[in-house]
């Protein structure tokens, strides 16, 4: 009998299609807004994790996250390099400044000074050209949202400048690191050409990197730190989560979180009333069914497998279209960050199938309701 | 045989009422009727006289206010809803008056829908439906889809639907009032010659006296009661006529 139903369902072609389309449309709304924020969650994160090789942070105590920046003291350097179990530490100076490029173009950008003995916080991942070429005074390293936001369209030349505080600060290549949280480029140097930029400031210390030694766990290093005084340790995840929690408790993830409610409830509804109309509209066919004796039983699991049809068949447009739409975002180098978990792709079309699963539930009452006598009539 | 063993159908004291106090609405007032194997009954009345309402406590599909249905010796009021269920999809086939056939179904897939709410596999259901509506004379037809056939055809697939898994019991509620009068007759000639056997009891409810012809018995029904009971004038002849009639595709 299951054969039966998909076959009515498939016989009634336009509500068949509504609810396919219905239930795409609220897949890859929920998905895209999901996906949004959650790859803005995780890009206020991504240039604390794209440290791989420090295990812990040190921050004055009221930092938040990354965009967050108190100078510290350089003696806390060597306070920190002091605890038994660190492998090493190392500064990190971090400085906002507006870039000029030869083209004319202008626009804040994000240094990071890198400490230039050890190259601790030096991106892994490069697209074009080596990462150690900043240990040459006055070069820098940009990321790919930045060289297109200075030079647009533009295949990378090494060696053409950005004018950054009346330095000309010369691009060496182009980092493969995740987006930043603020859209702005951000430029990797060496701290000594960092701190030539930072005239002015009497501490060139905004973040120290360390790495605990083999046989040390971060957390009790942490500990160890933070009850030095005047100093706040985290493990690179606690930091990384205390980042994604300070910007997720400004009120974005609300308004996303309302889109998404907006979809599922829209797209549960559109789905589920077309369903319920369908069956509706099927009553005399389903009572003739009940005649021939056809149990509620059956009947139950056609209106469930024509259900499971329609959810499965939208949800993997749904689905797909919101990957698709995802990859041609991401091609927009500030955009590149964005992702589609399989979380928040199965999240979304479990959410709705829970939803719609209440219409199916009174589809299935209506049926069981259904006055089989009526067929005479 | 006793007079009950040989009937298929035996209803005593039957009486069915809708609604209560002001509204409430007698339909069936104690009716007293039996159909035996291998006849064709037909049960006839004016509209409103509860024709329908009566052939649905037969078949089980209302419950009686009171009195006792019996059909071949079970008791349907004293089953289990799920054993009526299943009782009713071994036991009866229906012919309905607008055919009420599954739009997105073929002919022989129409037909097989008894075969498949049993569980038969769909292969072997639609390959015996389709069997019986060669014997129809619908062989051609078998792929075609509701749409595709005429009222008549569409018909003959009905009583396929009811013939197809040997029902001991099949009720037809005005097979004929949706056809025209050549193509009623040939629906008729079919049922009689396609559904009546000596186990076999076919219940017709009508008020198409054009056809009572093909009746074996005829109850008159009237304000919910048997007012008196006739017998039919079907012969032989007749049957032979329709059978060789009915294989036009075409009717």
Redesign the interface.
């Known amino acids: 009998?299951n054969?039966?139903g998909l076959?009515?369902l498939?016989?009634?072609r336009a509500k068949f299609a509504a609810m396919i389309v219905a239930v795409s449309l609220a897949v890859f709304l929920m998905q895209n807004q999901a996906a949004i924020l959650a790859t803005m969650l995780s890009m206020t994160a991504a240039q604390i994790r794209d440290v791989q090789d420090a295990d812990l942070w040190v921050t004055e105590p009221e930092v938040e996250c990354f965009d967050q920046v108190k100078a510290m003291r350089d003696i806390h350097l060597l306070r920190v390099r002091g605890i038994a179990g660190i492998a090493w530490a190392a500064p990190l100076l971090k400085i906002d400044a507006i870039g000029h490029s030869e083209g004319g173009r202008l626009n804040t950008v994000t240094v990071l000074g890198i400490d230039d003995a050890s190259l601790a916080g030096l991106p892994h991942q490069m697209r074009v050209g080596r990462a150690d070429a900043i240990r040459e005074l006055n070069t820098a390293i940009i990321d790919p949202g930045g060289h297109e936001l200075f030079f647009p369209g533009e295949p990378f030349q090494e060696g053409r400048s950005l004018r950054i505080r009346d330095r000309r600060i010369r691009i060496m290549g182009i980092s493969d690191i995740a987006a930043p949280f603020t859209g702005l480029p951000m430029l990797h140097t060496s701290r000594s050409t960092a701190a030539a930029l930072n005239l002015g400031e009497q501490h060139m210390t905004s973040f120290i990197l360390a790495r605990s030694a083999p046989g040390n766990r971060p957390e009790a290093l942490c500990q160890k730190i933070n009850t030095l005084g005047g100093l706040r340790a985290r493990t690179t995840e606690q930091f990384a989560s205390d980042a994604m929690w300070f910007y997720g408790s400004q009120g974005v993830p609300m308004l996303f979180m309302i889109t998404i409610t907006i979809g599922l409830i829209v797209g549960a509804a559109i789905t589920g009333q077309t369903f319920l109309m369908f069956i509706k509209e099927n009553a005399?066919?389903i009572s003739?069914?009940?005649?021939?004796?056809?149990?509620d039983r059956?009947l139950g699991t056609m209106i469930l497998l024509q259900g499971t049809v329609v959810l499965v068949l939208g949800s993997c447009f749904g689905s797909g279209i919101a990957a698709a739409v995802c990859n041609v975002i991401r091609t927009q180098p500030f955009l590149r960050s964005l992702y589609l978990p399989w979380e928040i792709a199965l999240g979304t079309c479990l959410a709705l199938a829970s939803v719609t699963g209440i219409a199916l539930y009174a589809s299935y009452r209506h049926v069981r309701g259904l006055?089989?006598?009526a067929?005479?009539? | 045989m006793t007079p009950l063993d040989s009937s298929a159908v035996h209803c005593t004291g039957i009486r069915k009422h809708f609604g209560e106090d002001d509204a409430r609405v007698e339909v069936l007032r104690g009716v007293d009727y039996t159909v035996r194997r291998g006849e064709l009954s037909f049960l006839v009345g004016p509209s409103g006289c509860g024709k329908t309402t009566l052939i649905s406590v037969i078949a089980g599909l209302l419950e009686t206010s009171s009195g006792e249905v019996s059909l071949f010796g079970n008791h349907l009021a004293r089953m289990p809803h799920s054993d009526r269920v299943l009782f009713r999809r071994s036991h009866l086939g229906f012919v309905f008056q607008q055919y009420n056939l599954l739009q997105a179904l073929t002919a022989a897939e129409n037909a097989a829908i008894p075969l498949l709410a049993a569980g038969v596999r769909r292969r072997e259901a639609v390959d015996r439906a389709a069997a019986l509506l060669d014997r129809l004379g619908l062989g051609s037809r078998t792929a075609a889809y509701p749409r595709q056939l005429s009222g008549g055809q569409q018909q003959r697939v009905a009583l396929a639907r009811a013939l197809v898994h040997e029902p001991r019991l099949i009720i037809c509620d005005e097979p004929t009032a949706a056809l025209d009068h050549a193509t009623g007759e040939a629906v008729m000639e079919l049922l009689a010659s396609a559904a009546v056997h000596p186990d076999r009891a076919v219940l017709v409810v009508t008020h198409d006296s054009r056809v009572f012809r093909f009746a074996d018995v005829i109850a008159h029904m009237d304000d919910g009661q048997i007012t008196h009971v006739e017998p039919g004038r079907r012969t032989d002849a007749a049957t032979h006529l329709g059978s060789s009639r009915l294989t036009n595709p075409s009717a």
Do not use: I, S
């Open positions: 009998m054969w039966v076959q009515m498939r016989n009634d005399r066919p003739m069914l009940k005649v021939v004796g056809t149990t059956q006055e089989p006598a067929v005479f009539r």
